[in-house]
């Protein structure tokens, strides 16, 4: 996963509340979705203004549910805030890429912000973004980094009337859309998995001599799961115990599954990390045992020669009273020797298992 540098040094001795962007834009423009709905509507329309969103939600009796792509545009997120009344510090929460996964609570809307994961369909690299939700009694706010999310099935079952959709408030919106980024962290659990059990077949079968750099790769991309996801069993923990008026209790048995599916990531994340870390550790017995091997086959030869050079040792002394260097067959007879010697070597070397 490639990270990109943030710019959140330029906050740097601002007072609280300063609107700056400190992410990297993500895409041109910004898009504003509404989808307004009950028990018998359903509307979905892109907007150009704020003024022609604040004009749709006036008179409408039902939940609304603002999407805005490209939070990089601090004006809009200044013009919606001022409408609906947030806090200055959520505006600029918004606006903070990189935070931690969070709840905050205010007197008439709740706050909350975490990380969706996906990974790209041709590279394989995992993606990060930001998302920002503000639950207001019966309006939903999300702000997104760019377009394209995994709420598209969120999205149908409204569009269709299914389940229980179109008959709860927004506050079953806001689950069923922490829900969905949750779910999705099982897919990402998956791929992770794969990956993991690839470059472990890869260590064993020795197919990839730079592997290393991929096992590196691994280990960060979970470090950095654990850390954006683990703060996540507060924030769900939170919403499940809220006595905030925007939270129905009938939705809060929903949050209590949300939270044991976010516990089962957790762990997985936890069983991949261990794996991860486990990685280096095959990789470095991996080298180990390709240099024993070495280190055997040199070590073997080595022993087969010493007894072959003490033999040609002896016949390389200039001693004159040598009987053997007058013998007619003594060349072909200490050959011979030497052959048979190697030969006996390798035998005792196989009946011991040593090659």
Do not use: C
Not at 65 to 81: A, C, F, R, S, Y
Not at 259 to 282: C, K, N, P, W
Not at 320 to 339: A, D, H, K, S
């Amino acid at each position: 996963m490639k990270k990109k540098p943030g710019k959140r040094r330029i906050k740097h001795g601002l007072a609280p509340g300063s609107l700056v962007f400190t992410g990297v834009q993500k895409m041109e423009g910004t898009r504003i979705t509404l989808i307004q709905y009950n028990e018998s509507v359903y509307q979905e329309q892109e907007l150009k203004s704020i003024d022609d969103l604040l004009g749709l939600m006036k008179d409408f009796k039902g939940v609304s549910w603002i999407n805005i792509d490209g939070v990089h545009d601090t004006k809009t997120v200044e013009l919606i805030g001022g409408h609906l009344g947030l806090h200055k510090l959520t505006m600029e929460d918004v606006l903070s890429i990189g935070q931690r996964p969070k709840i905050d609570t205010y007197d008439d809307y709740l706050f909350i912000v975490l990380k969706m994961f996906m990974y790209k369909e041709n590279t394989h690299d995992l993606e990060d973004e930001q998302i920002s939700f503000i639950l207001k009694e019966n309006t939903l706010l999300t702000f997104q980094e760019k377009e394209g999310d995994v709420f598209t099935h969120v999205r149908n079952r409204i569009k269709e009337g299914k389940g229980w959709s179109r008959k709860r408030g927004a506050d079953y919106l806001l689950y069923a859309l922490v829900d969905a980024v949750v779910d999705h962290y099982f897919l990402v659990m998956e791929t992770l998995g794969e990956a993991i059990e690839n470059i472990e077949s890869d260590l064993l079968s020795a197919k990839d001599d730079a592997i290393l750099p991929k096992i590196h790769a691994l280990r960060n991309e979970t470090l950095y799961l654990r850390r954006s996801v683990y703060p996540l069993r507060e924030v769900v923990n939170r919403l499940e115990k809220s006595e905030h008026p925007a939270i129905n209790p009938d939705t809060k048995i929903f949050i209590r599954d949300l939270y044991d599916h976010t516990i089962q990531v957790i762990e997985s994340i936890e069983v991949f990390r261990e794996m991860a870390s486990g990685l280096v550790d095959l990789y470095m017995n991996t080298i180990s045992n390709k240099m024993n091997s070495v280190m055997k086959v040199l070590t073997i030869i080595a022993t087969i020669f010493i007894p072959l050079t003490f033999v040609v040792g002896i016949y390389g002394m200039n001693f004159e009273n040598m009987p053997e260097l007058g013998w007619r067959y003594g060349y072909f007879l200490i050959l011979g020797l030497m052959v048979l010697i190697v030969l006996l070597m390798v035998i005792y070397f196989r009946k011991k298992k040593w090659m």
